[in-house]
T-cell receptor, first 113, second 113 residues
């Protein structure tokens, strides 16, 4: 089937705007992760879902970041009152089970002006 | 928490030569070690992975070796081709339960024709 799908591919926001980034994992994948990748850096963990349960949100940089996966499939990462330091590529990844191979989406490149 | 160091940050080789990238980690409980290839503007793609009960794994021109005692693992690419040019990231599973990955800083590999 299709791989991990993310939308939008690019997002430009004015400082202070709220944004919502969408992730469609591979069908049937239980685990879903969000990562943030700054330019020239490796991805950094933000949060993890097992089905609809958010089991780890230790990587979220502030309370402006919120993620949900209400039906255990599609996930949304929301950033409120965006700041310039939020500019990065936001990657979603999924795996069939815990500890299994992780497959990444192409990411959403967020630019905050 | 887990710390992953990756070297070198850049690597330039002649087509047909071998390339080796090394990573060290700090948490002796880590048990999963994948390598991802990321081309410019593209998603990270899993190219090979190894678990802690195995010392070496090979897939055609790519191999990974793991030394758990020394807490380091390496990616070996033989007979390099120009299409191998990309950024390579090592990663370590910081928890055996979730598959949450801690990434290295990346190595930019350039294969000169």
């Amino acid at each position: 089937g299709a791989g991990v799908s993310q939308s939008p591919r690019y997002k430009v926001a004015k400082r202070g705007q709220d944004v919502a980034l969408r992730c469609d994992p591979i069908s049937g994948h239980v685990s879903l992760f969000w990562y943030q990748q700054a330019l020239g850096q490796g991805p950094e963990f933000l949060t993890y879902f097992q089905n609809e349960a958010q089991l780890d949100k230790s990587g979220l940089p502030s309370d402006r970041f919120f993620a949900e996966r209400p039906e255990g499939s599609v996930s949304t990462l929301k950033i409120q009152r965006t700041q310039q330091e939020d500019s990065a590529v936001y990657l979603c990844a999924s795996s069939f089970l815990e500890g299994e191979k992780l497959f990444f989406g192409s990411g959403t490149q967020l630019s905050v002006l | 928490g887990e710390n992953v160091e990756q070297h070198p940050s850049t690597l330039s080789v002649q087509e047909g030569d071998s390339a080796v990238i090394k990573c060290t980690y700090s948490d002796s409980a880590s048990n999963y070690f994948p390598w991802y290839k990321q081309e410019l503007g593209k998603r990270p793609q899993l190219i090979i992975d190894i678990r802690s009960n195995v010392g070496e794994k090979k897939d055609q021109r790519i191999a990974v070796t793991l030394n758990k005692t020394a807490k380091h693992f390496s990616l070996h690419i033989t007979e390099t081709q120009p299409e191998d040019s990309a950024v390579y990231f090592c990663a370590v599973s910081g928890s055996s339960n979730t598959g949450k990955l801690i990434f290295g800083q990346g190595t930019t590999l350039q294969v000169k024709p």
